[in-house]
């Protein structure tokens, strides 16, 4: 039952989920009972030959497809997007250590090309510096108080901001964004 509750839980992020178990001396009645269950779960069962000498792992079923929109195809979407729009690595895993998640890539983004300049607008951001769209929404939430409004639409890097720069300067992110605005005229 432990492994059908994770089974489940892994069906949140993707509809490919495959239930590894050793394969069994004998097929019998509660095999072939588990089987139905699993493929009624829509859920793939490999059997793996532990106790074989030539130790090997077979698929006796395939997992189905979800419904087309559903909760398990958001978070997969979602887990996605966040994947994809990251640049660099971050070690999983870890305590005590600062994730730069997407969004925390793209405020430091846009710190970095604000740290150039006096002020830009998001508009200014998005369209000129490939920034991404919800730049302006970043700017006006100031999660990390990086940033500060100087007139309506108009947005400069606050101290905080600028101490955080420096105290990260050799976090991989803030090389890299800087490199990268220090080569652009504005």
């Not at 994730?99 to 740290?115: D, P, S, V």
């Not at 939430?141 to 947005?155: C, E, K, P, S, V």
Request: net charge positive.
């Amino acid at each position: 039952m432990h492994l059908l509750y994770q089974a489940m839980a892994r069906l949140s992020i993707t509809p490919f989920v495959f239930v590894a178990i050793p394969r069994p001396k004998r097929i019998d009645k509660n095999f072939k009972t588990a089987q139905k269950i699993l493929k009624k779960l829509e859920l793939g069962l490999i059997t793996v030959a532990i106790d074989s000498p030539i130790q090997h792992a077979e698929i006796l079923l395939f997992p189905g497809e979800l419904a087309k929109s559903g909760k398990a195809n958001k978070k997969a979407a979602a887990l996605r997007k966040e994947i994809n729009n990251r640049t660099g690595d971050t070690a999983g895993g870890s305590t005590g250590v600062i994730i730069n998640t997407a969004y925390r890539e793209r405020c430091i983004k846009i710190a970095c090309l604000l740290e150039q300049t006096d002020a830009l607008s998001p508009r200014e951001l998005v369209k000129n510096h490939h920034c991404d769209k919800d730049t302006g929404h970043i700017l006006r939430q100031n999660h990390y108080r990086w940033f500060t409004r100087i007139a309506r639409g108009l947005y400069a890097l606050s101290a905080e901001g600028k101490q955080f720069l420096n105290e990260n300067a050799d976090n991989p992110l803030v090389v890299h964004y800087r490199l990268i605005s220090s080569k652009i005229v504005f």
